[in-house]
């Protein structure tokens, strides 16, 4: 089940992923999965997916009705399919491995009630690139922007479904914009804070296909750690079980 470089890494409620140095995940991702207030009812797709990390958070309470998992990588989609196989979920989670460019015919349109992606946060050409190809990909517009992000959820979501993404405060207008272009309109917004002295450092937006413009809901700012050390009182919540490695709460 496991290859050399891989190992299990525990969620909470049971559920576990595989992951390893170039598939893994970060406190960003466990935020999207928590902002994105998944439905039992909802059919649901991650783009860019890595592993898989926001679908089997998903999986802990009140899973999705089915939710498709989409990652460019072979080695990423396979980690997943494994993944989905070792907890008994292969009749909810579908990994599919595809540029999101490209997903026509291979996922229906119009069809998902939300859709969630952690894109790559910078511009290609912006800063120091990585030259380990996952990681490049991973954090650099390299062979996806934000802009695909958004048309391409934008495609898939019904009328009135949700697309939520996590960014950079530098990119929010970049964000909103594109939204607006691809008649997704923002409608919730929250910024994180690493201490409660420090500028934001990520945004996590909401937006709703074809409805009315305006209407902005913003959020409290979310802090991730006590001034004095350690997680606040609702990051302890959002991370629920995964904190706790095997589950026991």
């Not at 196989?85 to 349109?109: M, Q, R, S």
């Not at 695909?148 to 697309?163: E, N, P, W, Y």
């Not at 207008?173 to 607006?180: F, I, Q, V």
Request: aromatic share 6%.
């Amino acid at each position: 089940m496991l290859k050399a470089t891989e190992h299990l890494e525990p969620l909470g409620s049971g559920i576990e992923i595989i992951v390893s140095r170039d598939f893994h995940f970060t406190t960003d991702t466990i935020l999207l999965a928590d902002f994105a207030n998944h439905r039992k009812s909802d059919k649901a797709v991650d783009l860019c997916t890595g592993c898989g990390t926001i679908p089997m958070l998903w999986m802990r309470k009140d899973a999705p009705k089915e939710v498709y998992a989409v990652e460019i990588f072979e080695e990423g989609t396979d980690m997943l399919a494994r993944t989905v196989k070792l907890n008994g979920l292969t009749e909810v989670v579908k990994p599919v491995c595809a540029d999101i460019k490209e997903l026509k015919g291979k996922l229906p349109f119009g069809y998902f009630d939300l859709v969630t992606c952690n894109p790559p946060y910078k511009l290609s050409g912006g800063g120091i690139e990585s030259e380990e190809k996952h990681e490049l990909v991973a954090r650099h517009e390299n062979m996806c922007n934000l802009e695909d992000v958004i048309a391409t959820g934008a495609k898939l979501l019904q009328f009135s479904g949700r697309l939520c993404i996590c960014q950079r405060p530098e990119r929010l207008t970049d964000a909103m914009e594109l939204m607006r272009k691809y008649d997704v309109e923002p409608k919730r917004l929250r910024f994180v804070q690493g201490k409660s002295h420090k500028a934001p450092k990520l945004f996590l937006l909401e937006g709703k296909r074809g409805s009315k413009k305006g209407n902005l809901v913003v959020l409290p700012t979310l802090i991730v750690e006590e001034d004095a050390g350690g997680f606040t009182k609702e990051m302890n919540e959002i991370y629920g079980t995964y904190k706790d490695g095997a589950g026991s709460k």
